[in-house]
């Protein structure tokens, strides 16, 4: 497709439960960043990738998130033993290189339980 | 500490008048700037930037000045249309600064309504 896909676009899961949730950004693009949106907030970094170099996590907000995109496009994003403050959406981003616009997924809506 | 600030949480425009969205900053490393929109269950859609080298960007209906004294930028809807109604987020990033990977720095955006 012509933009970045994130799927799945819900996720209900039970806390202390593992999820991924995959982004595929649009095709060419070199830079692939992550964002977590709160309810009534603007996103917020988590991490960074420059092809398949994770350059920036400084963002993430525990060692129980963990990011990678092995071949320098696709990107997954693992929450594990999930708790209810990870309830948000997790947005996803990619830009021709840094510097440029990113463009956004619609994001993975994300409640724990 | 909120790097970006929009202070209108809402701002309700008639169609065909002008909007002006606000936005101000406090870190002066920030050296791009950016308009988002976003419609409900949708992610943010690009509309618009500047670079801190420039005073005004236009691109269509929309127009961004940047003030850098004032730390301050806006943008200019003309005319306003029903569709235009969505939520606008300003975002910044330092792009020329040693160690800064470009990542976005956002405001808690700001919900426009126009009214036909």
């Known amino acids: 497709g012509a933009g970045v896909s994130q799927s799945p676009r819900y996720k209900v899961a039970k806390r202390g439960q593992d999820v991924a949730l995959r982004c595929d950004p649009i095709?060419?693009?070199?830079?692939l960043f992550w964002y977590q949106q709160a309810l009534g907030q603007g996103p917020e970094f988590l991490t960074y990738?420059?092809?398949?170099?994770?350059?920036?996590k400084s963002g993430l907000p525990s060692d129980r998130f963990f990011a990678e995109r092995p071949e320098g496009s696709v990107s997954t994003l693992k929450i594990q033993r999930t708790q209810q403050e990870d309830s948000a959406v997790y947005l996803c981003?990619?830009?021709?290189?840094?510097?440029?616009?990113?463009?956004f997924g619609d994001g993975t809506r994300l409640s724990i339980l | 500490d909120q790097q970006v600030k929009q202070n209108s949480p809402s701002l309700s425009v008639q169609e065909g008048r002008i909007s002006i969205l606000n936005c101000d900053y406090t870190?002066?490393?920030?050296?791009?700037f950016l308009w988002y929109k976003k419609y409900p269950a949708e992610g943010p859609t690009f509309l618009i930037s500047i670079s801190s080298i420039k005073d005004k960007n236009e691109d269509g209906r929309f127009t961004v000045f940047l003030n850098k004294s004032a730390k301050h930028l806006s943008l200019h809807i003309v005319p306003s249309q029903p569709g235009d109604s969505a939520v606008y987020f300003c975002?910044?990033?330092?792009?020329?600064?040693?160690?800064?990977?470009?990542?976005?720095?956002f405001g808690k955006g700001t919900k426009l309504s126009v009214k036909p």
């Open positions: 975002a910044a990033s330092a792009r020329n600064y040693g160690g800064s990977q470009g990542n976005l720095i």
């Open positions: 990738f420059q092809n398949e170099a994770q350059l920036d």
């Open positions: 981003a990619s830009s021709l290189r840094v510097g440029q616009p990113q463009h």
């Open positions: 870190n002066s490393m920030f050296d791009y």
């Open positions: 095709s060419g693009h070199v830079s």
